[in-house]
């Protein structure tokens, strides 16, 4: 016999949600997203209402929703469906079952508003200051290191690709704004090594494989206390990692050692890191042969960042829940683009 609804189902399935763990409920409980509130309006810029017409949704309140769109890696229309469908999403927007909930093109004309009006570094700025304040301080040291985030692939012809790397807009693609606004002029093709695993059980040597990605490339500095992003750059993916030190480093960390691998070791580097009060603890590179003597606890600590930078690996854990949340303000926004 099918059982009818009682008033308290819903809060029960809530309840339950929180029980086995619901990390969007663990979110909602630490983070005060009225913070960013004010950049939030100043970016957006939106009209006083006096004209008429149908009110926007509340800023946090979709400033949220692009949060849910990259932690759970879903398309606008995804987004959509997904809002409707799930009930661990509602809380965490402050949706009821009768409340509307936006369209896959409002989503997607909320984050061209704020990629466009550049509010990304003073939501960030704005968040590293609600750590501070919480007692997040930047200590032990910082860790540097960079991840790519992939692009979808452009189809070009040679000569666009040579237009393009020249800086220049491809003849073809002036008269027609529409092509050019779904052009990705920025991204580039880079080569991402790796050591594939051995095929058998006789545990030959790995072999170091290249494979070809277009996209970004996101550079990092975390405090080493609590994990937290707190300097970040953004360059194409061909850009090379070391070059992009001194734009991460983090003058107010409360320890003055840099851990990083060995693409950021080289003399600029050493050098700018000895005149700015840094104690560099950068791997040295491994010559022909030898075996890899890092520094005892480095490799592991690097494995951190790329932690901090992988908004699934944060849910996944789960366990500092805190520690990755500066990253993934980035990564809702598209790292800025």
Same mark, same amino acid.
């Given at each position: 016999?099918?059982?009818?609804?009682?008033?308290?189902?819903?809060?029960?399935?809530?309840?339950?949600?929180?029980?086995?763990?619901?990390?969007?409920?663990?979110?909602?409980?630490?983070?005060?997203?009225?913070?960013?509130?004010?950049?939030?309006?100043?970016?957006?810029?939106?009209?006083?209402?006096?004209?008429?017409?149908?009110?926007?949704?509340?800023?946090?309140?979709?400033?949220?929703?692009?949060?849910?769109?990259?932690?759970?890696?879903?398309?606008?229309?995804?987004?959509?469906?997904?809002?409707?469908?799930?009930?661990?999403?509602?809380?965490?927007?402050?949706?009821?079952?009768?409340?509307?909930?936006?369209?896959?093109?409002?989503?997607?004309?909320?984050?061209?508003?704020?990629?466009?009006?550049?509010?990304?570094?003073?939501?960030?700025?704005?968040?590293?200051?609600?750590?501070?304040?919480?007692?997040?301080?930047?200590?032990?040291?910082?860790?540097?290191?960079?991840?790519?985030?992939?692009?979808?692939?452009?189809?070009?012809?040679?000569?666009?690709?040579?237009?393009?790397?020249?800086?220049?807009?491809?003849?073809?693609?002036?008269?027609?704004?529409?092509?050019?606004?779904?052009?990705?002029?920025?991204?580039?093709?880079?080569?991402?090594?790796?050591?594939?695993?051995?095929?058998?059980?006789?545990?030959?040597?790995?072999? %170091?494989?290249?494979?070809?990605?277009? $996209?970004?490339?996101?550079? +990092?500095?975390?405090? *080493?206390?609590? =994990?937290? #992003?707190? !300097?970040?750059?953004?360059?194409?993916?061909?850009?090379?990692?070391?070059?992009?030190?001194?734009?991460?480093?983090?003058?107010?960390?409360?320890?003055?050692?840099?851990?990083?691998?060995?693409?950021?070791?080289?003399?600029?580097? %050493?050098?700018?890191?000895?005149?700015? $009060?840094?104690?560099?603890? +950068?791997?040295?590179? *491994?010559?022909? =042969?030898? #075996?890899? !003597?890092?520094?005892?606890?480095?490799?592991?600590?690097?494995?951190?960042?790329?932690?901090?930078?992988?908004?699934?690996?944060?849910?996944?854990?789960?366990?500092?829940?805190?520690?990755?949340?500066?990253?993934?303000?980035?990564?809702?926004?598209?790292?800025?683009?």
């Amino acid at each position: 016999m099918v059982r009818q609804a009682g008033l308290f189902d819903l809060d029960e399935r809530y309840r339950k949600l929180s029980e086995v763990g619901d990390p969007l409920g663990r979110l909602k409980e630490l983070i005060d997203f009225e913070v960013f509130r004010p950049a939030l309006t100043k970016a957006l810029n939106r009209s006083d209402g006096s004209k008429g017409g149908r009110p926007p949704y509340d800023a946090v309140f979709m400033f949220k929703v692009l949060i849910l769109q990259t932690l759970y890696t879903l398309s606008d229309d995804a987004t959509e469906f997904q809002i409707r469908d799930r009930f661990s999403f509602m809380p965490f927007l402050g949706l009821e079952l009768q409340d509307a909930v936006p369209d896959a093109k409002t989503i997607w004309l909320f984050r061209e508003q704020l990629t466009r009006a550049g509010a990304i570094e003073e939501l960030f700025s704005g968040f590293d200051a609600y750590l501070k304040a919480q007692g997040y301080l930047a200590m032990s040291g910082q860790i540097v290191d960079a991840t790519i985030v992939a692009a979808p692939r452009q189809r070009n012809t040679d000569d666009e690709k040579k237009a393009i790397r020249e800086g220049r807009v491809p003849d073809d693609w002036k008269d027609r704004p529409a092509k050019l606004a779904q052009k990705d002029r920025d991204a580039r093709w880079t080569l991402k090594r790796a050591k594939a695993r051995p095929a058998g059980e006789d545990k030959k040597p790995k072999v %170091e494989i290249a494979i070809p990605v277009f $996209g970004y490339k996101n550079h +990092v500095s975390i405090d *080493r206390a609590h =994990g937290f #992003v707190r !300097r970040f750059t953004v360059t194409n993916a061909a850009a090379h990692d070391g070059a992009r030190l001194p734009d991460v480093l983090d003058k107010t960390n409360t320890a003055s050692q840099v851990w990083a691998d060995t693409a950021y070791r080289s003399k600029a580097n %050493e050098a700018h890191m000895e005149r700015s $009060g840094f104690m560099s603890k +950068v791997h040295f590179r *491994r010559g022909a =042969g030898k #075996v890899c !003597r890092c520094r005892p606890g480095v490799s592991s600590l690097e494995g951190h960042v790329h932690g901090a930078v992988s908004l699934m690996g944060w849910i996944d854990a789960m366990g500092p829940e805190v520690d990755h949340i500066g990253d993934f303000l980035r990564r809702a926004m598209r790292i800025g683009r």
